[in-house]
T-cell receptor
Framework: ELKVEQNPLFLSMQEGKNYTIYCNYSTTSDRLYWYRQDPGKSLESLFV?????AVKQEGRLMASLDTKARLSTLHITAAVHDLSATYFC???????????????FGKGITLSVRP | DTGVSQNPRHKITKRGQNVTFRCDPI?????LYWYRQTLGQGPEFLTYFQNEAQLEKSRLLSDRFSAERPKGSFSTLEIQRTEQGDSAMYLCASSLIRNTEAFFGQGTRLTVV
């Protein structure tokens, strides 16, 4: 059974500082997704990481994937209040057919940016 | 609006009643997924369809839950004899067959009282 773990589960960040959060998973997969969720809202797709060594950047966020270590990191540069939200990583089970499959999500990491 | 649409957005029901939710996926998306999210947790997979065929159901989906996608377009999720433990956000997502990126709707928040 695929398990996805995120840590820490809660992170209080100081405005302007850099932080890294982590997502690791238990079985082979060649891709990983990061989503953002604001309170009471649905999930917004942030990053699609499709191969080992993939790195994507959007604004102050940068995500990377190491499929050999089964680890993804999300790096936050110079945190700002707008980044306060819960961030989920999600992993599909690798299928030899190449067809997609359901996503298994981590519990999410809640980021709170304080002045 | 070309995103995934879910209705209703909120539903409050008495224990024991039946409820039905609707999801309209992004047009041309073959895959449609239902997830359930409880407070403080990530979404948990319930079931998915490829076109009109229901291809997988989670063990979470008890016999009180049924989902359909009769013409391969919109889908409905019905919960019979609701229980308080069914209170959650029910999320629908859609994707293309060979693209695992799933796009989520706004969700239906169910409260069973």
């Amino acid at each position: 059974e695929l398990k996805v773990e995120q840590n820490p589960l809660f992170l209080s960040m100081q405005e302007g500082k850099n932080y890294t959060i982590y997502c690791n998973y238990s079985t082979t997969s060649d891709r990983l997704y990061w989503y953002r969720q604001d309170p009471g809202k649905s999930l917004e797709s942030l990053f699609v990481l499709l191969s080992n060594g993939a790195v994507k950047q959007e604004g102050r966020l940068m995500a990377s994937l190491d499929t050999k270590a089964r680890l993804s990191t999300l790096h936050i540069t110079a945190a700002v209040h707008d980044l306060s939200a819960t961030y989920f990583c999600a992993v599909p089970i690798l299928r030899t057919t190449g067809a997609n499959s359901k996503l298994t999500f981590g519990k999410g990491i809640t980021l709170s940016v304080r002045p | 609006d070309t995103g995934v649409s879910q209705n209703p957005r909120h539903k409050i029901t008495k224990r024991g009643q039946n409820v039905t939710f609707r999801c309209d996926p992004i047009s041309e998306h073959n895959r449609l997924y239902w997830y359930r999210q409880t407070l403080g947790q990530g979404p948990e997979f319930l079931t998915y369809f490829q076109n009109e065929a229901q291809l997988e159901k989670s063990r979470l989906l008890s016999d009180r839950f049924s989902a359909e996608r009769p013409k391969g377009s919109f889908s409905t999720l019905e919960i019979q004899r609701t229980e308080q433990g069914d209170s959650a956000m029910y999320l629908c997502a859609s994707s293309l067959i060979r693209n695992t990126e799933a796009f989520f709707g706004q969700g239906t928040r169910l409260t069973v009282v």
